[in-house]
């Protein structure tokens, strides 16, 4: 069996254990109802076993000539990594390296390791989010670019699905998605 095959079982079962249990399982289909984009890896078929799935969500940021103390007042967030535009580039423990940074860089945390799948924060995190739009696409208009970077650490196989409406909410924050998943 091909890992998407197990992977699709596992969230076929998932979506089946939902719907008994009385809640809206989240719909995997192309159609008139729109889209859902459905991520999944495999390493080994473990779908059956309790997923023990924890998450930690940044938001980060590149802007080719914004300062990074111009962005983090602009966005009203603390960073957790920063580094400006034409300043030399340093570890971050803070040791010399050879060069100048060549865009400016934020990240900022906004969810360290949690339990459960990040998904069920997306609707919540948008919603902190959405006072920044305007900035959001200020960032975009000159040349800088904005996401969403989800890290998914899992012992076993996993999916998700993002909502088209949470996929329209982060294209009219300007937002990207980037998703890593650790196993």
């Known amino acids: 069996m091909l890992p998407w095959a197990i992977c699709s079982a596992a969230d076929q079962n998932q979506r089946k254990d939902k719907e008994r249990r009385g809640k809206p399982a989240s ?63 340093t570890t971050p423990l803070g040791k010399s390296l050879d060069g100048f940074y060549k865009h400016t860089y934020c990240s900022f945390s906004m969810i360290e390791s949690s339990p459960g799948s990040f998904t069920d924060a997306l609707e919540m995190l948008l919603g902190n989010l959405k006072p920044n739009e305007d900035n959001f696409k200020q960032i975009v208009t000159e040349g800088g670019r904005s ?37």
């Open 27 to 89: 719909d995997n289909s192309l159609g008139a109802g729109g889209y859902s984009i459905r991520l999944a890896t495999c390493s080994h078929p473990t779908w059956w076993t309790m997923n023990t799935e924890k998450f930690s969500v940044s938001l980060r940021i590149w802007h080719p000539t914004s300062a990074a103390d111009t962005l983090t007042r602009m966005l009203d967030l603390n960073p957790s990594i920063v580094h400006s535009v034409g300043l030399p580039r």
């Open 147 to 183: 996401e969403i970077f989800v890290g998914v650490f899992t012992e076993s196989s996993t999916g998700f699905i993002v909502s088209m409406d949470h996929m329209r909410t982060l294209a009219n924050l300007s937002l990207d998605l980037s998703v890593e998943i650790y196993y």
